[in-house]
Nanobody, 120 residues
Framework: QVQLVESGGGLVQAGDSLRLSCAAS????????MGWYRQVPGKERELVAT???????HYADFAKGRFTISRVNAKNTVDLQMNSLKPEDTAVYYC??????????????WGQGTQVTVSS
C-alpha cells in the first residue's frame, strides 16, 4: 500500500522558517520523482518544487531563493526547507510521487497534506 505522510506544518510568523518532511512507503522511492505542491481554498493546486531521481531540482518562481527541496533515498524521505516565509505562503502543502522528469512528471501518488499558516 502506497503511503505519503507529510509532517512539519504549523503556525509561524512572517520571516520564520519551517521544514516539511514526507515519509514514503509502498513503492520504490528511489525511482520516482518527488514534488511538493500547495493549495489555497478556491485556487488550483500549484507546484512548489520537484526533485528527480538524479537530484535535479525545479522551483516555482515564488520558491526560488527561499525554499529548498531535498531527498534521502535511503530513508524514503523528501523534505522542503522553507525560509523567509510570507503570509502568502499560507496553504496546505502536499507531497507527491511521480514517474518521469520535469516538466513531464506524471504524479501518481499524493499525501494528505499538511497545513502551513504564516501570520503577518
Amino acid at each position: 500500500q502506497v503511503q505519503l505522510v507529510e509532517s512539519g506544518g504549523g503556525l509561524v510568523q512572517a520571516g520564520d522558517s519551517l521544514r516539511l518532511s514526507c515519509a514514503a512507503s509502498g513503492f520504490t522511492f528511489s525511482t520516482y520523482s518527488m514534488g511538493w505542491y500547495r493549495q489555497v481554498p478556491g485556487k488550483e493546486r500549484e507546484l512548489v518544487a520537484t526533485i528527480s531521481t538524479y537530484l535535479s531540482t525545479h522551483y516555482a518562481d515564488f520558491a526560488k531563493g527561499r525554499f529548498t527541496i531535498s531527498r534521502v533515498n535511503a530513508k524514503n524521505t523528501v523534505d522542503l526547507q522553507m525560509n523567509s516565509l510570507k503570509p502568502e505562503d499560507t496553504a496546505v502543502y502536499y507531497c507527491a510521487a511521480g514517474v518521469g522528469f520535469w516538466p513531464s512528471v506524471n504524479y501518481n501518488y499524493w499525501g494528505q497534506g499538511t497545513q502551513v499558516t504564516v501570520s503577518s
